[in-house]
């Protein structure tokens, strides 16, 4: 069959009311589970499936990557509102999105984050379509080694998310990476900093640490000075985004879209660190560099379009190899196996109406993304309406159910407070919380891959440079290094010439 | 939504039960822990059964992922529960066979739970990449012998990784634990993907998770440990290869209360999985992801369970593969 036959093949399959209806109710459902904070889309997902049992293969898919894609968007929402991402996925979205909506711009960044969303989820389903054969055998070039290069380049972000000290920023990340420690070791699977309690077996959960540091410290300082905020409102502001805004921040949204389309092809790296990778190029190549951090537009459409551009391109490994590459698309390849397909090369040939089908659908549900969103963004724009004095109690609320949904835990509950109490004194002292975030999610990323990479070459070094991709990002990361130190000396130096 | 639909379910038959006769059990949802994330092999049993399960017990089943270090938080939370019915476990081979007979300090043993029934057995497979020179258990033990060959497991105190020593050992490697290097990644599915990526040499694990890489032709298939080919895996027997001892080492999904469990409750168990197994669309289910529906009484449940257990404990000894600390 030629690519028109395919696309015919694919058209019938999905050529009916029921298909878009799934893919349609798919968005929905995951738009409002990703608003609600600690309903990740992974948990709107895994509720979905067993629904999607008695369907036909193809619409049940179609529901579940609705809900996928719904769920990374939707977490936005309340990142930018109460400053609590609704999924991991959306905490770089709180470093400007928040600040603009504390300025009274919140309709503006969340137009942003929408069409930053939609634009990136067209791109990654086009990459999805055209590269899929050719990502999926680059990312089986991926082993520890490889992984442990681009996750030492990763943590070069810290120094884009410092804010002014990169002291601080660095103390924040030590502190991530301290707490990113507790737990099971991976190769001993002996216990570490746990002090005999089984709930720290497992680690800190990540969505109780996430939701303790962002929005348990806002809450924390209501409480301690509660007068300057008494009947103010935030005003929404100018609601929607214009063209004009949405061309200055275009380089932005598809150069996250393409980081996004990168990290999502490679299984195992998944969402936030796209985001904040993004998130950090933008700010880099800003001519308003200063501005990154107090509410830039241009930094909520770069993290939106680095997580949205993760989610058609996790499809890569899945539909191309076989292989999940986060715990989502874990799920949906369940869904194929119930229904008695499965993903991989041989799939393209099996079944290559179905193929075809998904990206009809995929293509289809940007669109529904873009319906769906503004007419979500309308209806929860109103929360900045609310005072502040009946808002931060209902979000304490909100986030106490969110976390302890994650796991159905309490302890994790205790984690979220004993964060937020920790985010409020380095809130206090100026220390960032973004530094903090990133060393949490890639210090154990790096420090699992160099220890299987040593497990992989008998303790010799010498794997960290086996290719020319370990090659690539170690010059990636020097280059950044000497970029950094430079920085810093010329900062310095204008300091000093201030001074005389 | 579901959570709203579920409390307000719940409301009504918390109402009902009050003017009800209090006695009979159940007359409450269930909550069932699933110490595993969602779409693991767990989560998938767990919830598949959950359906038919839910209407042999009469009452909604309250399914929960408690996750984290390899089922123990969830298992421990199962364990501190009133052993009065209404929170029960699911519990795998890793959590409640291998990791047991393993971790000295992992804070439950198996006489911590009353074991109710066993319904689901995966036969495990080893399979090598397809492009690998390596084309039957001969052609890997050899290359073991000459050192330099690993496998990846998806954690430490997994079935993976017992898996992979247990099959080394009963192939006469002496010394398996530092002779093949064992790569623990960060889950299964990163297990295959490094076996597939070149990572690690070999793996065995359940069939179901290697299913759709062998039908893709991704990964060669070495051996299987049932003692009936498995459908789909050009591979022979354990038993073919004279090694019947490794049938043993199959996973398995089951369901445990808290050790106190009254008798009558436990014996409920047993109807309702019969009850539950006799569903046609649940077997099927389940028979697509390449699983033998096989329901054990809670007895023998607790025989099949502990068996495993010393053997893997046996070997865990042996080896000196025990963690400490």
């Not at chain 1, 977490?75 to 470093?95: D, E, Y």
């Not at chain 1, 991989?344 to 769906?372: A, E, R």
């Not at chain 1, 979000?395 to 979220?416: P, S, T």
């Amino acid at each position: 069959m030629n690519f028109l036959d395919n696309i015919a093949a694919g058209l019938s399959l999905v050529g009916n009311l029921e298909a878009f209806a799934a893919l349609f109710l798919g968005v929905l459902i995951g738009t409002i589970a990703g608003a609600i904070p600690g309903m990740s889309a992974t948990m709107a997902v895994a509720l979905t499936l067993p629904f999607t049992f008695s369907m036909e293969a193809i619409t049940a898919i179609l529901l579940l990557l609705g809900v996928y894609k719904g769920g990374i968007f939707g977490g936005s929402i309340p990142a930018i509102l109460i400053k609590t991402p609704g999924t991991p996925a959306s905490s770089a979205t709180v470093l400007d999105g928040y600040p603009m909506a504390e300025k009274g711009q919140a309709g503006k960044a969340l137009g942003m984050a929408l069409w930053a969303s939609c634009t990136a989820d067209l791109i990654s389903n086009l990459a999805l379509i055209l590269f899929a054969g050719w990502l999926a055998s680059f990312a089986l070039n991926f082993g520890p080694p490889e992984f442990f290069t681009l996750i030492l380049f990763s943590l070069t972000i810290i120094a884009g998310v410092s804010g002014n000290s990169l002291l601080r920023g660095a103390l924040s990340a030590m502190l991530g990476l301290l707490l990113a420690t507790v737990g099971l070791d991976l190769v001993y699977g002996t216990n570490r900093f746990t002090f005999g309690d089984p709930n720290l077996m497992g680690g800190l959960n990540f969505i109780a640490v996430l939701i303790g540091l962002f929005a348990i410290p806002e809450v924390l300082s209501m409480v301690w000075e509660p007068k300057p905020h008494v009947g103010k409102t935030r005003s929404l502001g100018k609601n929607s985004v214009t063209f004009a805004e949405y061309r200055r921040c275009f380089k932005s949204i598809v150069r996250g879209s393409f980081i996004g389309v990168f990290l999502g092809s490679i299984p195992g790296i998944g969402a936030a660190p796209a985001a904040f990778l993004s998130y950090s190029e933008a700010r880099r190549k800003s001519p308003v560099k200063e501005n990154f951090g107090k509410g830039e537009l241009e930094g909520v459409a770069a993290s939106e379009a680095g997580n949205n551009g993760v989610a058609g391109a996790t499809l890569i490994p899945l539909l191309a190899l076989g292989i999940p590459g986060d715990v989502i698309t874990a799920i949906i390849i369940g869904a194929f196996m119930v229904h008695g397909l499965q993903p991989g090369p041989m799939m393209f040939i099996l079944n290559v109406d179905i193929i075809y089908g998904l990206f009809i659908g995929l293509i289809v549900s940007s669109v529904f993304l873009l319906m769906i969103g503004s007419v979500a963004i309308r209806g929860f724009k109103y929360v900045a309406d609310i005072p502040r004095g009946v808002l931060f109690p209902g979000v304490l609320v909100l986030c106490i159910y969110g976390v302890f949904a994650v796991n159905n835990n309490i302890f994790d509950v205790g984690v979220m407070f004993v964060m937020g109490w920790v985010g409020f004194v380095m809130l206090r002292n100026d220390i960032p919380a973004a530094p903090f975030l990133i060393a949490f999610i890639l210090g154990p990323l790096l420090e699992n891959n160099f220890r299987q990479a040593m497990l992989m070459s008998g303790n010799s070094p010498d794997i960290l440079f086996r290719g020319p991709i370990t090659w690539f990002f170690w010059a990636l990361t020097l280059l950044t290094m000497v970029a950094i130190v430079r920085a810093g000396i010329r900062a310095t130096k204008d300091l000093k010439k201030k001074n005389i | 939504m579901k959570f709203s639909k579920f409390s307000a379910l719940g409301a009504v038959v918390l109402g009902l039960a009050t003017v009800a006769s209090a006695a009979e059990y159940p007359d409450r949802p269930i909550n069932m822990i699933i110490p595993f994330g969602a779409g693991g092999a767990t989560d998938i049993s767990a919830r598949t059964i959950a359906e038919p399960l839910g209407n042999a017990v009469g009452k909604p089943l309250i399914m929960a992922n408690v996750t984290g270090a390899g089922g123990a938080t969830g298992s421990v939370a199962a364990m501190n529960a009133k052993p009065d019915g209404y929170t029960m476990v699911f519990t795998r081979v890793g959590s409640h066979s291998v990791n047991p007979a393993m971790k000295a300090t992992l804070p439950y043993t198996l006489d911590d739970f009353r074991y109710v029934t066993v319904y689901e057995i995966n036969p495990f497979a080893c399979a090598v990449a397809a492009d690998s020179d390596i084309n039957s258990m001969d052609d890997l033990v050899a290359k073991a012998r000459e050192g330099g060959v690993s496998f990846s497991s998806s954690g430490v105190g997994s079935g993976l990784h017992l898996g992979g020593v247990m099959v080394m050992d009963a192939f006469g490697i002496e010394d398996p634990v530092n002779q093949v290097t064992h790569i623990p990644m960060d889950g299964g599915g990163a297990a295959a993907t490094a076996v597939l990526a070149g990572t690690a040499t070999f793996l065995c694990t359940n069939s179901s998770a290697l299913a759709s890489f062998v039908a893709n032709g991704q990964l060669k298939p070495l051996m299987v440990t049932t003692a009936e080919p498995v459908v789909g895996f050009d591979a022979p027997t354990a038993a073919d290869l004279g090694k019947p001892e490794l049938e043993q080492l199959v996973g398995w999904t089951g369901i445990a209360g808290p050790k106190d469990l009254p008798d009558d409750i436990a014996a409920k168990w047993g109807e309702w999985m019969q009850a539950a197994a006799n569903d046609e669309e649940f077997v099927s289910r389940m028979e697509a992801v390449g699983s033998i529906i096989n329901v054990m009484s809670p007895e023998e449940a607790n025989d099949f369970i502990r068996g495993q257990y010393s053997t893997f404990k046996a070997l865990v000894d042996r080896l000196g593969m025990r963690i400490e600390g």
